[in-house]
């Protein structure tokens, strides 16, 4: 009786995790950030697995390098500018090499659907000297993701396996079968002072075995079945990979397509091989030019970005528009559906009762203050109306910009404002220099207990790991106080007139501060609802001031304003800016 075939729609994040335990990973690491979040979410669910959030990249990506010396196949997953964090230990992780395999997910975001840049992270694996793997579609995620740790161990090297939004989120007919693939040695944990311990001796060796391992990287991209030929009817061809591949086969089907799945280092032998009967060489792929560069550097006539942008998410009316400059496609082969219709724009906003519209309120009629802010849900108290934010770089940036900040101009106030998830992340150091430093600053430690904006993952204080575990949560308190920090307040929010009294107090002392806002998500662990609030018609004199807390839940019609109480938390805040007494009530009052 033959072993049963399991067919599922599944994401390409899914099938990651899948494709990481039936490739026997037993270990995993990494921080949220979409579009990678979901691939731990589902692979803790696995049995006889470690699946565990770190407080920031660099932190998960060294956990899983130290289980793979430890003997385990393991991973770290993190979107792309998360590698910018973790680049230390992989630029050296390259040096060292693995024991049982070793894979990091980086899961790069064209388009910037929710990321402050849009880099290209295929720039990583020539930079380290590593191998690159792209899959095209879910199944391919899966299929990649095994086949990675094979290449890791094979060439004692880390692998980096490159997703992007579209790929990890998209939804496609994944086909397999339950059993998982065992390494095929049993590994203990290595201790092997001149691989693993880079002093300058030993980098000085371990760097000549990584350019031979780089040639012979070069020479098995030639022969691996995952870069592979698609013979067509056309006398030109395309070169491409990743989610563009799909886009180049829908609009020519009948083209000759070199598919590339293992895409650094490039197989270079193999479309020369692919172009030497052929008119010309067209490289369709997202971001940068790549491929293009790195088979024009092997001598290979292609053209590329000349037809396509080098910014932005592909999606079929770009590429098909790219196909045209190029002359080898005519007609619109797409099928155009709503022909002149736009979709409504839907700016971000905060949710109803989230705990950070009253912080933005209140700092936004201050006027003589510089706000350096930071990556999280609270990023939107930078729009219309709260605008309560003049810089947002990367993550824990806010607190070391405000030290320079406050440090050498005497204009203005300096407010650095950071969530609990982003502190932990990279804002402890950053605290510390103020500290050390005698920065003249108030930093506000948004503690919503909660990483919110990628889907409400636990953080060091929140008190559970990745599995639901209890534990003692780390409380930024009692942190900042160990630091040094003599000036620390924690505050509910909610309660609007001592928060206001207590951020202005702050301002306007001399001095290093710390704010602590202890309100929870609104959404975490479930959505938070209380009594909602009302208008008056007759009390409500349409001044408009509620407007400026920028809440979902507020309309103004025949100017009144107007409370969704399915949307309202009963949080307050409008009723608290509201200059007339009674105007806003809890339902129950009105």
């Known amino acids: 009786m033959g072993l049963k075939i399991i067919k599922k729609i599944l994401s390409g994040n899914q099938a990651i995790s899948i494709g ?19 691939i731990l979410e589902h692979f803790k669910n696995y049995p006889n697995v470690i699946a565990q959030w770190a407080p920031n990249e660099k932190a998960g990506l060294e956990a899983a390098l130290g289980a793979s010396i430890a003997g385990v ?15 230390d230990p992989l630029m050296t992780a390259s040096y060292t090499g693995v024991n049982a395999g070793f894979v990091v997910v980086s899961a790069d975001d064209p388009g910037m659907h929710s990321s402050q840049n849009e880099q290209d992270n295929r720039r990583y694996a020539k930079f380290a000297k590593v191998p690159l793997i792209e899959p095209s579609d879910p199944y391919e995620a899966m299929a990649f993701m095994q086949y990675a740790f094979v290449v890791s161990e094979k060439f004692d090297t880390p692998v980096i396996l490159r997703s992007t939004t579209r790929i990890s989120h998209s939804l496609g007919v994944v086909q397999f079968d339950p059993r998982t693939l065992d390494n095929e040695k049993e590994l203990s944990l290595a201790k092997d002072f001149k691989k693993y311990v880079m002093i300058p001796a030993n980098a000085i060796e371990r760097h000549r075995v990584v350019i031979d391992r780089l040639a012979k990287l070069k020479e098995f991209s030639n022969q691996t079945p995952i870069n592979k030929l698609e013979k067509g009817k056309t006398d030109f061809g395309i070169v491409t990979s990743s989610m563009a591949y799909n886009y180049v086969k829908e609009l020519i089907p009948d083209a000759n397509i070199f598919k590339v799945g293992f895409s650094y280092p490039m197989p270079g032998d193999k479309i020369r091989e692919f172009a030497k009967d052929l008119n010309r060489v067209i490289v369709v792929e997202e971001l940068e030019p790549f491929m293009e560069e790195e088979l024009k550097i092997a001598g290979i006539e292609v053209e590329g970005k000349k037809y396509f942008p080098e910014n932005g998410e592909f999606n079929l009316d770009i590429v098909e528009e790219g196909l045209k400059k190029a002359g080898v496609i005519r007609e619109r082969a797409t099928t155009v559906y709503f022909d002149g219709f736009e979709l409504p724009k839907r700016p971000p906003a905060l949710c109803p009762g989230c705990p950070h519209r009253p912080i933005f309120d209140i700092l936004h009629s201050r006027k003589d203050v ?5 990556i999280g849900c609270y990023t939107l108290g930078c729009l219309p109306p709260l605008s309560a934010m003049h810089t947002t770089v990367c993550m824990g940036a806010s607190i070391s910009m405000g030290v320079g900040a406050s440090k050498v101009q005497k204009e203005d106030k300096v407010v650095a404002i950071i969530g609990d998830s982003t502190f932990f992340h990279t804002g402890i150091q950053p605290l510390i220099d103020a500290r050390i430093n005698g920065a003249n600053l108030t930093v506000i430690i948004l ?3 909660i990483t919110a904006m990628t889907g409400g993952q636990p953080d060091p204080g929140s008190g559970f790991t990745l599995k639901g575990e209890e534990v003692n949560p780390i409380r930024i308190y009692e942190l900042a106080k160990a630091i040094g920090i003599e000036r620390v307040f924690e505050i509910d929010q909610y309660d609007y007139k001592a928060t206001k009294e207590l951020i202005n107090r702050e ?26 609030l009302v208008v008056i018609p007759d009390k409500c004199v349409g001044c408009k001031r509620c407007l400026r807390i920028a809440c979902p839940a ?6 009144k304003a107007i409370i969704d109480e399915f949307l309202c938390t009963g949080c307050e805040v409008c009723k608290n800016v509201c200059p007339v007494e009674g105007a806003i009530v809890h339902k129950e009052e009105k």
């Open 447 to 449: 503690d919503n207990r």
């Open 554 to 559: 507020i309309d103004f019609k025949n100017n």
């Open 20 to 38: 990481a335990y039936k490739g026997n990973a037993r270990f995993a690491s990494g921080y949220p950030g979409t579009p990678s979040s979901e």
């Open 370 to 374: 510089f706000i350096t802010g930071d």
């Open 73 to 87: 196949r393991s991973f770290a997953t993190m979107k792309h500018v998360g590698l910018n964090v973790a680049a």
């Open 507 to 532: 301002i306007d002392t001399d001095a290093l501060s710390v704010i602590i806002p202890t309100r929870p998500c609104v959404l975490a662990p479930k959505r938070i609802k209380d009594r909602p």
